[in-house]
């Protein structure tokens, strides 16, 4: 299950990456991330669920890392956890369009799921139009590239080998080694040791090659909105945290300009015990 290092993670040539065309009739959008979903957290569960049972936008983009680990689709097999939660999202689809897209702790999401949420899995980094303008959606894990070490174990896991191999496993065993993987990572949180955040000259790159001017992401959970070089523009996601002091549990909603109004396109953050 070994890689060797990846000399970079980032495209540096036109990609073809996959371009979303919202339908017209779109006029609200709601983005979220990095909830780390897990039952030990049923605050933030909660707060999730009343988010998508009331949130009256026409989609939802959920830009990774809803889970705090997947270690395969055969978890839906028994009841439990993750089942409520596509139960959760299959509900809200019969109103609402839902994305997601993979996250660094949920990569492993796949058809299957999909189909129990009801919902369409996005590629990283996707295009978005949407009201007569282009948008870049990411995790974002993939632009920080000062990372290495977890640059290298992140070409690692996305091989199709290493998922074979590591889906090959027991239940049991892949359990064990996520949580393994979860005791190291908090370890390493507590440890104070500091974060790579995006490489702003290829998180640039990226954007000149979706012909966009505002990528939007999570992962690092540190919600700001970048103004960089020549217009570009960052936005990045809050994680959710219900427990926290205070709660993190934030929606970024895009609307559409009305016609009519002087204004454009907006973008707001909305806690989302009141994103309705």
């Not at 299950?1 to 980032?10: I, V």
């Not at 939802?60 to 993750?82: C, N, Q, R, S």
């Not at 796949?110 to 009801?118: E, L, N, W």
């Not at 949580?179 to 040791?193: L, N, P, V």
Request: aromatic share 8%.
């Amino acid at each position: 299950m070994s890689a060797s290092r990846p000399r970079n993670t980032a495209p540096t040539a036109a990609p073809s990456w996959p371009v979303l065309q919202a339908p017209a009739h779109w006029r609200q959008l709601d983005f979220i991330s990095d909830l780390h979903l897990q039952a030990s957290v049923p605050a933030t569960f909660n707060a999730w669920q009343h988010f998508m049972q009331t949130t009256q936008a026409d989609a939802v983009f959920i830009l990774g890392d809803l889970f705090e680990v997947w270690v395969g689709d055969d978890v839906l097999a028994a009841p439990g956890f993750e089942t409520r939660c596509a139960r959760v999202l299959q509900a809200a689809s019969h109103r609402l369009t839902i994305f997601l897209m993979r996250g660094n702790r949920d990569f492993l999401l796949g058809a299957a799921f999909a189909q129990a949420g009801g919902l369409t899995l996005l590629d990283d980094p996707s295009v978005l139009n949407f009201a007569g303008q282009r948008w870049l959606l990411s995790h974002g894990d993939a632009l920080c590239l000062e990372d290495t070490d977890y640059l290298q174990f992140r070409s690692q896991v996305r091989s199709a080998a290493w998922q074979q191999d590591f889906l090959s496993l027991t239940l049991a065993q892949r359990q064990q080694l996520a949580h393994d993987m979860r005791m190291q990572s908090e370890a390493r949180k507590y440890s104070g040791a500091p974060y790579a955040d995006l490489d702003e000259p290829m998180t640039c790159s990226w954007l000149h090659m979706a012909q966009a001017s505002t990528l939007i992401h999570g992962h690092t959970h540190k919600p700001a909105d970048h103004q960089m070089t020549e217009g570009l523009r960052r936005i990045v996601l809050s994680d959710w945290d219900a427990t926290a002091t205070p709660p993190r549990a934030e929606v970024l909603r895009l609307s559409a300009a009305v016609a009519g109004q002087t204004e454009g396109n907006t973008v707001q953050r909305v806690k989302a015990a009141r994103a309705e």
